[in-house]
Every structure is written in structure tokens, then in C-alpha cells.
């Protein structure tokens, strides 16, 4: 048997000169180009060798016009799904998308009608708002309940926000954006009951899927009694393999009605395919290769959000120890106005963090740490953080 490559993601790698929007854009957002980016939920982690040199093998033949979808790139999103997710996908049901929040905008322009309502979990990933909103819908909220350190789902309110009239479709984040909630079993039976009473789709972004640290197991919205005939399940290799710049994304719709529905809105935006090195990647990363580098990912991952999280609790406020994502999701509430905060993260401590206000109201106040770092720099900076809130 063939060794298996040891990764290392300690080796801290520059990106400058790469245009990654998390450094320069850096000015725009923050006031000052040169502070330490823990923001934009990309990685400082390199991609897997065998991907980047599926890329250059391609890139070594010097034409790159329009590209067929071609039967490797479904048969990986099968191996993955039924491999790492215990999923029976039919590759009739895979629809290539350039990114999930592309599938995003698709489903509340072809499951709601202008002014329906889109029922959401907030705080969550700020376009699951953006994009009901642009395309003239509501969002129709039911917050999460941060208890014990951890979101829980108040099924009161989602019923409330599931049983309006115009509610017609449901954006959930499986696993949750900001606070690394794997939801459970039981969590996405009631979830799904309540959407099959009250005749609302689930689009399940499924985009952290890989990113889940055991005991805790990811359940694809799939694989839940009674979602088959009302989901829409969207997933990327943007998250796991550092890919999201190569826009490859798909979603999966068993059920033949939503899928065709699906499909028409994407032909319409003629946004129904994948780019040419997407493809590529899709393809060469969803392996068995691709499943050992993101064991040893999610190991190198699990250990960084524990101990941000753990320094951060030094402080006294309440930190999600994430049970999935490679983000911390922190409460700084207790030191202040939130731009106040912001100045002090920026100017004192020399870090950019998510503000929690990109994921809806109720993430005013909290703060949200990107850890996929090397540890080298990830936790000088977060004992700079304690420090500059310590004072
Ligand atoms: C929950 C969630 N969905 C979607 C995205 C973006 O996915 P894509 O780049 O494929 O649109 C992100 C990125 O942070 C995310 O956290």
C-alpha cells in the first residue's frame, strides 16, 4: 500500500501578490492595509499537492475553450457523498453551480414569488439575508437561542417564521456559520416536520460539511425521513480544499419537480455549469486522496479552534467551541460598542475579524475568528486579542 502523504500546515505561506481578498481588501474594510486578516473564511493552509497538480497537468495543454461536463466530475461528488457522507446520490440529481451562494439566489428566485418570505436561523451567513433581500423577498427570522456555549434551534419561533403564508422556502446552514453548530438527527427530523407541515423547501448548505470534528457527525439534510422531496442540497470543494477561487460548486435535488424547477432558473442565468479548472479540481479533490488530506485537516483544525476558544475564554466571555468550521464564534459584548470593539481589535491587537453584524442583528456584539492559520501566527495573534481586552 502507498504511504500516505503528511501534510504540513504549520509551514506558514505567503499570499502576497495572489489578489486574495482577504489581505487586499484589507484597506477598504478595516482602515489600515497591513493588519493580520482572520476574516474572509478562505485558508492561510495550502491546497493538496495531487490538486494543484491535477491544475498543472491541465494547464500544460494550451487550450482552455468551453469544457463539457464530463463523467469523472459527477462520478467524484457520488464516491464523495456516499463515501464521507453516507449519502445515495444519483448522479441524475447533480447540478454543477460556479458557488453555493450562486444555488442561494437560483432557489429563492424559482421556490418563492416576489414579497414571500424565506425563513432563516440567524446569526448566519450574511447572503442568506443579502440574497433573499435583492431578489425582493423577506427574510422571516427565527433566532437561535446561544445556550450553554452553543446555538440551539428555538422551534417555537421557527415555527412561527415557517407557518406564515408566505413563507415558502427555508435557507438553512448544515453545519452552522457563524457558530460551528453540527445540527443533529433529531434537531433535523423536528426541522423537517415542521417544513413538510407548513409545505416549505430546505435548501441545505452543506459548504462545512467536511469540516466537523468527531464525536459529532455531519447528517446531509439527504439523509433525513421525509427532506427527499422538498430539498435542495448544495455543497463546494471551496471550503476543504482551499478551492474557492475556482468557483466549484453542485447541488443535489432528488426530487424530479424542484430539480426541474431548479435547473430552468439556473439556464435562465446561463450559471448551470462549472468552470474549466473547477472541473478539474471537483474532480481530482473529491478522491480518496482528497479524504486523507482532510483527515489530517480536520485534525490540524480541530486543535486550532480549541485553543483559540480556550485563550479567548481567558477573557470571560462566552466563546462557541465549534463542533464543526474552522471558525470561533465569540461574544465582546461585554467590552463595549461593537465599533468601539472593532477599533480596538484593529488598532491594539493588529487583527481583522468578522464582525458580527454580517450575520444579522443578533450577531451585533460578537466576533468571529477565522482559524485556519498555521498556529505560529494564529495564536500570537489571539493572545494579542486577550491581551488588548485584558488591560
Ligand atoms: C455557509 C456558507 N455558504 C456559502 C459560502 C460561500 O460559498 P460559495 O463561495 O460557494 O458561494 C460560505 C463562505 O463563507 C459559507 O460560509
Not at 29 to 33: A, E
Not at 222 to 227: D, H, T
Not at 370 to 374: L, Q, S
Given at each position: 500500500m502507498d504511504q500516505e502523504v503528511v501534510y504540513d500546515f504549520d509551514a506558514a505561506v505567503s499570499r502576497q501578490g495572489t489578489h486574495a481578498e482577504k489581505y487586499d481588501a484589507l484597506e477598504k474594510?478595516?482602515?489600515?492595509?497591513d493588519v493580520e486578516p482572520?476574516?474572509?473564511?478562505?485558508?492561510?493552509l495550502p491546497s493538496p499537492a495531487f490538486l494543484v497538480d491535477a491544475l498543472r497537468e491541465r494547464l500544460e495543454h494550451p487550450m482552455f475553450g468551453y469544457t463539457e461536463q464530463y463523467d469523472a466530475v459527477f462520478d467524484s461528488i457520488v464516491w464523495w457523498m456516499r463515501d464521507q457522507h453516507a449519502a445515495a446520490v444519483e448522479r441524475s440529481w447533480i447540478s454543477l453551480s460556479p458557488s453555493v451562494v450562486t444555488s442561494i439566489s437560483n432557489a429563492v428566485q424559482v421556490y418563492t414569488e416576489p414579497g414571500d418570505a424565506v425563513a432563516v436561523l440567524s446569526p448566519v451567513y450574511g447572503p442568506f439575508f443579502t440574497y433573499v433581500n435583492v431578489n425582493g423577498r423577506q427574510v422571516a427570522d427565527g433566532p437561535l437561542l446561544a445556550r450553554d456555549g452553543r446555538f440551539e434551534i428555538d422551534f417555537a419561533l421557527l415555527e412561527k417564521a415557517l407557518a406564515r403564508?408566505?413563507?415558502k422556502l427555508m435557507l438553512l446552514c448544515n453545519p452552522q456559520n457563524p457558530g460551528g453548530r453540527v445540527w443533529t438527527l433529531d434537531e433535523l427530523e423536528k426541522l423537517v416536520e415542521l417544513c413538510a407541515a407548513n409545505n416549505v423547501v430546505i435548501f441545505s448548505?452543506?459548504?462545512?460539511?467536511?469540516?466537523v470534528y468527531p464525536p459529532n457527525r455531519h447528517i446531509a439534510l439527504?439523509?433525513?425521513?421525509?427532506?427527499a422531496e422538498r430539498c435542495v442540497v448544495a455543497h463546494s470543494i471551496g471550503k476543504t480544499f482551499n478551492a474557492?477561487?475556482?468557483q466549484a460548486s453542485f447541488a443535489i435535488i432528488p426530487d424530479a419537480g424542484l430539480r426541474g424547477r431548479f435547473r430552468a432558473g439556473a439556464d435562465r442565468a446561463h450559471a448551470a455549469d462549472v468552470n474549466l479548472l473547477g472541473k478539474v479540481a471537483l474532480a481530482s479533490a473529491l478522491s480518496p486522496a482528497g479524504a486523507a488530506y482532510k483527515r489530517q485537516l480536520v485534525a490540524y483544525l480541530r486543535e486550532n479552534t480549541r485553543l483559540v476558544s480556550e485563550r479567548l475564554r481567558a477573557l470571560g466571555i462566552d466563546v462557541m467551541t465549534p463542533e464543526a468550521t474552522f471558525l470561533v464564534w465569540s461574544d465582546f459584548r461585554t467590552f463595549g460598542p461593537w465599533k468601539d470593539v472593532f477599533k480596538r481589535l484593529v488598532n491594539d491587537a493588529n487583527v481583522a475579524l468578522s464582525g458580527g453584524q454580517f450575520f444579522g442583528p443578533?450577531?451585533?456584539?460578537w466576533f468571529r475568528v477565522?482559524?485556519?492559520?498555521?498556529r505560529s501566527l494564529l495564536l500570537p495573534a489571539v493572545d494579542r486579542i486577550v491581551a488588548t481586552f485584558r488591560r
Open positions: 474594510f478595516f482602515g489600515k492595509g482572520f476574516w474572509v473564511a478562505d485558508m492561510d403564508p408566505d413563507t448548505d452543506e459548504i462545512h460539511c467536511d469540516i439527504l439523509n433525513v425521513a421525509g427532506a474557492s477561487g475556482l443578533a450577531g451585533e456584539g477565522n482559524c485556519a492559520h498555521p
